[in-house]
Nanobody
């Protein structure tokens, strides 16, 4: 069984920073892609950033230059450093990982962590 546990959300003023963390645990053979998605009130879930098993990354245009994704493979953990936060960044942020276990590869999701940016 695999679990993704997020931490680091909260309330911050516009222009502030937060750092999200997500640790994967369980019977993991390897982790290919890790990333973050978010769902704002009344909107569909959208990709924020992903990082592959190497160093390649992709970001949503709306967060480029403000957010940085990174990972610690030894800890099976992915991070999202969020700077210059804006009220429109308010959302529930979900961690994602494509993980190989003994029976194959599956997509896994965290429970979500709330990020609220006040103006």
């Amino acid at each position: 069984q695999v679990q993704l546990v997020e931490s680091g959300g909260g309330l911050v003023q516009a222009g502030g920073s937060l750092r999200l963390s997500c640790e994967a645990s369980g019977s993991i053979l390897s982790i290919a892609t890790m990333g973050w998605y978010r769902r704002a009130p009344g909107k569909q879930r959208e990709l924020v950033a992903i990082i592959r098993s190497g160093v390649s990354t992709n970001y949503a245009d709306s967060v480029k230059g403000r957010f940085t994704i990174s990972r610690d493979n030894a800890k099976n953990t992915v991070y999202l450093q969020m700077n210059s936060l804006r009220p429109e960044d308010t959302a529930v942020y979900y961690c994602y990982a494509l993980i190989s276990i003994s029976r194959g590869s599956n997509n896994y999701w965290g429970q979500g962590t709330q990020v609220t940016v006040s103006s």
